[in-house]
């Protein structure tokens, strides 16, 4: 590891944190200038200004790098970096919330945090519109920073680093391989920011229009694009009418499609979704399951007519994505729909998406994999090449997709391990526990069910659901390389 470049780069990422911190203050100064509220913004980005500025200073007198430096950050420094910039970030987050007392203890301030910048979206509050809008609102923007990617936005803002930046931005960019969709790693930041900008932006309108002020519609996009889930309600969407949950169905949809489809829709190619075998399959999976869901929920009795469909669509669109909004309790839906929940949670959105899971391409090479491993047993000499997209998939890329699913079920049954001995949950939060948080979904069932929060869970076990949410957001790498002894060695 060149442990100079990282922690320069670290550094900057965290003066970019401490920028993003003045949106939440305005709301703080325009609620009140003397306030609490107000004072533990100043002061967080006062430190995080201190502390980057202070790493950059530091470097400058005792390892100056120079620009042709950064083309030296390899793979081990680029996972290193993403890993280490957003445990930094989540640090320096998580003092609003703390230094403000509307989060007494700063291990449940740090849960919130990086509950926000993972956006998986569990929460340790209650009585939630009862907090300062500066804080809501903190709440929702580290939901839209983490969704594109801090290091994305990063590399987008700053001058460009080299090489190096493919390296960041391929550490973090969620699924198996990072496109670029500009000649730079740089542009492509730049594009990606702005189609979600732009998806945004309508969004909010559109929930202007729907009845939402444009603090509550501005907190719901931002959970909404980013695929999180924090709400300004303890009730989540079910506080708003049917046509908001519609808007926020139709736009979780297009936040777990890839990015990178709809920038060339953007650019006149709308077909261009429907030639993305990822995305048929995404599709599909919410054609079948939404009339499956509302029989069901209609047979027996637990939700029938529009409201039922609604409630399917919404839930199945929320789960998938890995949203985790809710407008009902999906813990008291019969076993076979929660069971189904629970595997969406595991396959997530597309690759390229802002949500989490393995990403529904992981679990289709997997399954394609499997299946052609059977027909090879009965047929020896059979040539069947796997093909995603109508195109070879690499041997290698098999082989690391099959890597990441193991590293993910163990992951998953470790957290599920964990909670058992830290908070003697039992076998249903427990187990739904863990893989809403590696997942990053939010919303469990049990005791982490859709009408409950993760605030009785002991210290430890929320430190190491912290752990699960950084492992899932970053593709588990870039959080498991920073327990490898070699990955510290020059």
Same mark, same amino acid.
């Given at each position: 590891?060149?442990?100079?470049?990282?922690?320069?780069?670290?550094?900057?990422?965290?003066?970019?944190?401490?920028? !993003?911190?003045?949106?939440?203050?305005?709301?703080?100064?325009?609620?009140?200038?003397?306030?609490?509220? +107000?004072?533990?913004?100043?002061?967080?980005?006062?430190?995080?200004?201190?502390?980057?500025?202070?790493?950059?200073?530091?470097?400058?007198?005792?390892?100056?790098?120079?620009?042709?430096?950064?083309?030296?950050?390899?793979?081990?420094?680029?996972?290193?970096?993403?890993?280490?910039?957003?445990?930094?970030?989540?640090?320096?987050? !998580?003092?609003?919330?703390? /230094?403000?007392?509307?989060?007494?203890?700063?291990?449940?301030?740090? *849960?919130?945090?990086?509950?926000?910048?993972?956006?998986?979206?569990? +929460?340790?509050?209650?009585?939630?519109?009862?907090?300062?809008?500066?804080?809501?609102?903190?709440?929702?923007?580290?939901?839209?920073?983490?969704?594109?990617?801090?290091?994305?936005?990063?590399?987008?803002?700053?001058?460009?680093?080299?090489?190096?930046?493919?390296?960041?931005?391929?550490?973090?960019?969620?699924?198996?391989?990072?496109?670029?969709?500009?000649?730079?790693?740089?542009?492509?930041?730049?594009?990606?920011?702005?189609? #979600?900008?732009?998806?945004?932006?309508?969004?909010?309108?559109?929930?202007?229009?729907?009845?939402?002020?444009?603090?509550?519609?501005?907190?719901?996009?931002?959970?909404?694009?980013?695929?999180?889930?924090?709400?300004?309600?303890?009730?989540?969407?079910?506080?708003?009418?049917?046509?908001?949950?519609?808007?926020?169905?139709?736009?979780?949809?297009? !936040?777990?499609?890839?990015?990178?489809?709809?920038?060339?829709?953007?650019?006149?190619?709308?077909?261009? #979704?429907?030639?993305?075998?990822?995305?048929?399959? #995404?599709?599909?999976?919410?054609?079948?399951?939404?009339?499956?869901?509302?029989?069901?929920?209609?047979?027996?009795?637990?939700?029938?007519?529009?409201?039922?469909?609604?409630?399917?669509?919404?839930?199945?669109?929320?789960?998938?994505?890995?949203?985790?909004?809710?407008?009902?309790?999906?813990?008291?839906?019969?076993?076979?729909?929660?069971?189904?929940?629970?595997?969406?949670?595991?396959?997530?959105?597309?690759?390229?998406?802002?949500?989490?899971?393995?990403?529904?391409?992981?679990?289709?090479?997997?399954?394609?994999?499997?299946?052609?491993?059977?027909?090879?047993?009965?047929?020896?000499?059979?040539?069947?090449?796997?093909?995603?997209?109508?195109?070879?998939?690499?041997?290698?890329?098999?082989?690391?997709?099959?890597?990441?699913?193991?590293? #993910?079920?163990?992951?998953?049954?470790?957290?599920?391990?964990?909670? +058992?001995?830290?908070?003697?949950?039992?076998?249903?939060? !427990?187990?739904?526990?863990?893989?809403?948080?590696?997942?990053?979904?939010?919303?469990?069932?049990?005791?982490?069910?859709?009408?409950?929060?993760?605030?009785?869970?002991?210290?430890?076990?929320?430190?190491?659901?912290? *752990?699960?949410?950084?492992?899932?957001?970053?593709? /588990?790498?870039?959080?498991?390389?920073?327990?490898?002894?070699?990955?510290?060695?020059?």
């Amino acid at each position: 590891m060149h442990l100079p470049l990282v922690i320069n780069v670290v550094a900057r990422i965290l003066l970019v944190a401490s920028m !993003a911190m003045f949106w939440p203050l305005l709301w703080a100064l325009l609620e009140d200038p003397g306030s609490r509220e +107000t004072r533990a913004f100043v002061f967080s980005i006062l430190i995080s200004i201190a502390v980057g500025s202070c790493g950059l200073l530091i470097l400058r007198k005792f390892w100056p790098i120079r620009s042709r430096d950064y083309d030296a950050i390899g793979a081990k420094d680029g996972l290193s970096i993403v890993g280490l910039s957003w445990i930094s970030v989540s640090f320096v987050g !998580a003092l609003p919330f703390f /230094l403000s007392g509307a989060i007494p203890s700063y291990t449940d301030a740090f *849960f919130e945090t990086v509950s926000g910048f993972t956006t998986t979206g569990a +929460t340790v509050l209650t009585g939630i519109r009862a907090f300062p809008p500066g804080i809501l609102f903190w709440r929702s923007l580290t939901h839209w920073m983490g969704g594109m990617g801090i290091i994305v936005l990063t590399v987008a803002l700053l001058p460009a680093i080299g090489r190096g930046a493919y390296r960041l931005y391929s550490a973090e960019a969620p699924g198996p391989s990072a496109e670029r969709l500009q000649p730079t790693v740089k542009e492509t930041a730049k594009t990606l920011w702005s189609v #979600y900008f732009l998806l945004s932006l309508i969004e909010t309108l559109f929930l202007i229009l729907g009845g939402m002020t444009l603090f509550e519609a501005l907190c719901h996009t931002f959970g909404t694009m980013a695929t999180g889930g924090f709400s300004t309600r303890d009730a989540s969407l079910a506080a708003f009418g049917p046509n908001i949950q519609w808007v926020v169905i139709i736009f979780m949809f297009l !936040a777990g499609c890839s990015f990178i489809l709809h920038f060339r829709a953007l650019r006149g190619k709308p077909l261009v #979704y429907f030639r993305s075998e990822e995305f048929r399959i #995404y599709l599909g999976l919410m054609v079948v399951l939404v009339p499956v869901f509302s029989g069901i929920l209609w047979l027996t009795g637990a939700g029938g007519g529009w409201e039922g469909i609604r409630h399917a669509c919404f839930q199945i669109i929320s789960i998938l994505t890995t949203t985790g909004f809710t407008t009902t309790d999906f813990d008291l839906w019969p076993p076979f729909l929660k069971i189904s929940l629970i595997v969406l949670m595991f396959i997530g959105g597309c690759a390229g998406s802002t949500g989490g899971g393995m990403k529904v391409v992981r679990v289709y090479v997997a399954l394609k994999s499997g299946f052609k491993s059977i027909i090879r047993s009965i047929l020896p000499n059979v040539v069947m090449p796997l093909k995603v997209d109508s195109k070879p998939v690499p041997e290698a890329y098999v082989v690391n997709a099959g890597a990441y699913f193991i590293l #993910y079920i163990f992951l998953f049954l470790l957290g599920t391990v964990v909670m +058992t001995i830290t908070d003697g949950a039992d076998l249903v939060t !427990a187990f739904s526990a863990s893989v809403a948080c590696l997942s990053n979904i939010g919303p469990g069932l049990g005791d982490v069910g859709a009408s409950r929060n993760y605030a009785w869970i002991s210290p430890e076990g929320k430190w190491f659901l912290s *752990f699960l949410m950084l492992a899932g957001r970053l593709e /588990l790498y870039a959080i498991l390389i920073l327990f490898v002894p070699a990955a510290w060695r020059r």
